[in-house]
């Protein structure tokens, strides 16, 4: 059984870059780990996912070429590295654990197993 600690955010600057990863209670090998946000007054996204073999990751178009998912099985942890922050960035970030299905051109959210507790993103202008 696994289940997703809460990761690291914080206050950004624009442009800025931030790190933040997330630490499976159990085995994450076994599963696909991706990263969702939400922002107040809009619905949750998916922002980047990646197969549970790494070789397969989604990135949303929003974040394609700033953001980098990684993942490293014998940590049990997903990374999260975002460049070139930007206000709209700025959200709670869930990582989740399961499975890395695609719907409507995004990561299947009902796909996910188990999920962080979230953390806050700001970026300041």
């Known amino acids: 059984r696994s289940s997703c600690r809460r990761p690291g955010g914080g206050l950004v600057q624009a442009g800025d870059s931030l790190r933040i990863s997330c630490a499976a209670s159990g085995t994450s090998r076994n599963y696909a780990m991706g990263w969702f946000r939400q922002a107040p007054g809009k619905e949750r996204e998916c922002v980047t996912a990646i197969s549970e073999s790494g070789i397969s990751k989604y990135y949303a178009d929003s974040v394609k070429g700033r953001f980098t998912i990684s993942r490293d099985n014998a940590k049990n942890a997903v990374y999260l590295q975002m460049n070139s922050l930007k206000p709209e960035d700025a959200a709670v970030y869930y990582c989740?654990?399961?499975?890395?299905?695609?719907?409507?051109?995004?990561?299947?959210?009902?796909?996910?197993?188990?999920w962080g507790k979230g953390t806050l993103v700001t970026v300041s202008s």
């Open positions: 989740a654990a399961g499975k890395f299905k695609m719907l409507a051109g995004t990561i299947d959210a009902r796909g996910m197993d188990y």
